[in-house]
């Protein structure tokens, strides 16, 4: 069932793991078939090592299991929440990387400094408010995934395909889980210029909102002209 998206999700989870964004088993990456509306993610607990397509697990969107011999990740009530939060996403990353999850435990957004950021974020790395003591012991998986939805009730989740989760971790998503995990690879990346940065200048302030603007466009939306015409 959905060989090629299998194939996908299996190939974006093994990415991130490649890229060093994952330690052990810290993360995950899923995929949608928004026309079947069945979810492909990792199973939880499996070594990124022994990963295989066999492994995935399908599930609908209410987290009914459809296929496979192992049980979904636990972050999959959080990838199922973000589904149906965010209609143009077709996949879903997570992880653990280490400057995304500084910035998280920091507890502070991540504010456009540069241009590498632009290109990709249009406007500050948001991070959510902190999950209520009533919201981790009614459903911690789903919550994470209500308060990352309620962050982006006031943005665009197109513009800024990001978030850091307060005291937790990163997601990404995008219009693949190819395109996810290149935007958590990303999104790695600029939290460590970030911190870089203001370690060097503390005093470093955001980017002109001319230069983000000319640099998110220029990639996005309808009269970008970044990279070669198909």
Known sequence: MLEQLKAEVLEANLKLYRKGL??????????????????????????????KAEHLVVVDLDGKLVEGDYSPSS????????????????????????YATIWAQAKRAIPPLGT???????????????????EINRGYEVETGNVIAET?????????PGVLVYSHGPFTWGKSASQAVENMIVLEE???????T???????????AELLDKHFF??????SYYGQKK
């Open 22 to 51: 994952i330690v052990y088993t810290w993360g995950n990456a899923s995929g949608i078939d928004r026309d079947k509306e069945l979810v492909i993610i990792k199973p939880s607990g499996v070594p990124y090592e022994e990963l």
């Open 116 to 134: 590498t950021h632009a290109d990709y974020f249009h406007g500050e790395i948001p991070l959510t408010r902190p999950l209520t003591p009533e």
């Open 218 to 223: 220029r990639k996005h939306g309808a009269d």
């Open 75 to 98: 972050d999959t009530p959080t990838h199922l929440v973000l589904y149906k939060a965010f209609p143009k996403a077709c996949g879903i990353a997570h992880s653990h990387s280490l």
């Open 198 to 208: 203001l370690m060097l200048n503390p005093d470093s302030g955001p980017m002109a």
């Open 190 to 196: 600029v939290a460590r210029m970030a911190w870089g």
């Open 152 to 160: 982006f009730s006031r943005l665009d989740p197109e513009a800024i």
